[in-house]
């Protein structure tokens, strides 16, 4: 207004040229190349998230299965993607979906190494005003807060674990599907987890008909859960929504990793138990669901224990005299035992490693509890991690193994969300059905920043269902490995001493 008034002149040189060059620093001229990685003071990618960032936003349009093993930095990977977007200005909203325990996480990330002002959802937040939110896909699924996100319009959608979307029977990967969303990275180190079906499924959430339906997919691939055939075919169709790296392909050196099966045997009198549990099934019609009989099996293998707290709750249910007489054998002889095999075999293991920290990882809390004490018994301090803590609690566990404890003993949810490198010794003194919950256990300690070759100690005894367990596993891997790509040693041949 002074200048109209006082009828100055219009043009100034100099700000025309200040003007000018904030213009041309701003333009993207190619859509070619990261804009991103000069806007990152704080964060230094490597050559392959560069390479799989790349490869998303010019070959996948934004849609993607992040599959890089374990330790690899897919978080990194999808930080990038979502700067790039922003940068650009093709995204404006952004949802992340992660499991609870990695919220704080991946807040930390966004905010300190991106610089993306990423907010913690809150139930009184109005979503209309936040532009990116990170949640827990379990509190996103229930209502209310179901409704308020489908109510908006989400450019990018980001899953963290998505593995546990699993397939379109669950509550998860129905409200994934239902979701408006321009973009979506799946992150995910173990895209098959029990069955090739799962993949599927996956692919159908990012792109529905890649794979045809699910029937077309079937007779296309003859497939079952466990085979697939044309895997070559099937393998380029996947690499088209899929972008994994091994660590080998990373160009980064890592530490070794030494897997071995141990194999234990019972003493006389545990097979004498695990014998009664495994006639259950001739006893009565009470005990003739298949899977309540191989839970007994598979805790008899874990610890007494275990065993005992199925079998208590098991006679509260029991009606019948001769089925109650039975069970309470069993149970008399199962707390007379003195001797742990396993577990006397997981102290050997940890006597022999001058000190250096132990992970054990067991599939039950009553085993969790006996370990401990156990070990207590034996002058090794340890620490639990299981589901049930709090957050505060998980990270001070963490922090009591990492300067006290020389052993963390974990139930299945220390496997995801924890970074132990200052740890190399990892035993699976309780075998999953599942090969992929093996390589999530052993990537919280052979991912970047460990120094140490990593060794991996197996535990099954002999001639039980833990024999029945390793042949399915060697199976599965098998068919991950046809349609996905190679893995990572995680469970080698038996050795026998």
């Given amino acids: 207004m002074e200048r109209l008034e006082n009828r100055a002149p219009w043009d100034s040189w100099k700000l025309y040229n200040m003007s000018y060059e904030i213009a041309k620093t701003n333009l993207i001229t190619d859509f070619q190349g990261l804009q991103s990685p000069r806007y990152l003071p704080n964060l230094t990618p490597l050559a392959h998230q560069l390479e799989v960032a790349e490869t998303v936003i010019e070959r996948m349009n934004g849609k993607a299965i992040l599959a890089d093993e374990v330790g690899l930095g897919k978080t990194i990977e999808a930080g990038l993607i979502l700067k790039e977007y922003l940068i650009r200005g093709l995204v404006k909203k952004a949802l992340i979906l992660v499991p609870a325990s990695l919220v704080n996480q991946w807040l930390d990330e966004l905010n300190q190494k991106f610089h993306i002002p990423a907010l913690q959802y809150k139930k009184n937040y109005d979503l209309n005003y936040c532009s990116v939110v990170v949640m827990s896909l379990d509190t996103a699924k229930r209502s209310p807060h179901r409704e308020k996100i489908y109510e908006q319009d989400f450019d990018l959608i980001i899953i963290d674990e998505a593995h546990k979307l699993k397939n379109h029977k669950t509550q998860s990967y129905e409200f994934v599907q239902n979701l408006k969303k321009k973009f979506c990275l799946l992150l995910t180190a173990t895209p098959i987890q029990n069955n090739v079906f799962e993949l599927f499924y996956l692919i159908s959430l990012l792109k529905p008909g890649h794979l045809g339906n699910y029937e077309s997919f079937q007779a296309a691939f003859s497939a079952s859960k466990h085979n697939v055939e044309h895997d070559e075919y099937l393998k380029e169709l996947v690499n088209q929504v899929m972008v994994r790296n091994r660590r080998e392909d990373t160009g980064i050196e890592w530490t070794n990793r030494n897997v071995e099966i141990i194999p234990i045997d019972f003493t006389k009198e545990e097979k004498e138990v695990y014998d009664l549990i495994s006639d259950l099934k001739n006893v009565s019609t009470v005990f003739s669901d298949a899977f309540s009989l191989i839970t007994l099996q598979r805790e008899m293998c874990s610890s007494k224990e275990a065993t005992a707290l199925t079998l208590t709750n098991m006679l509260d249910k029991c009606t019948k005299p001769e089925d109650i007489s039975y069970i309470e054998v069993i149970i008399g002889k199962l707390m007379s035992l003195e001797i742990n095999s396993k577990a006397k075999k997981a102290y050997e293991i940890i006597s022999r490693v ?13 085993s969790q509890t006996y370990l401990q ?80 070759d990593v060794h991996i100690y197996n535990l099954a005894i002999q001639n039980t ?33």
């Fill in 373 to 452: 004490w156990y070990l207590q018994s034996k002058g090794i301090t340890s620490v639990t991690f299981n589901g049930k803590f709090s957050k505060s609690k998980r990270e001070w566990m963490k922090q009591l193994f990492e300067q006290k404890a020389q052993v963390l003993i974990a139930t299945e949810s220390g496997s995801e969300g924890i970074n132990l490198q200052f740890c190399h010794h990892v035993i699976n003194y309780d075998l999953p059905w599942n090969p992929m919950k093996l390589e999530q256990r052993i990537g919280r300690v052979h991912r970047l920043g460990q120094e140490n």
């Fill in 465 to 497: 269902i833990e024999d029945h367990i390793l042949d399915l596993l060697y199976v599965k891997i098998g068919v991950f490995e046809q349609v996905v790509g190679e893995l990572d040693d995680i469970l080698s041949r038996v050795n026998v001493p």
């Fill in 354 to 366: 001058n000190g250096d920290k132990v992970i054990i990882f067991t599939e039950y809390r009553g």
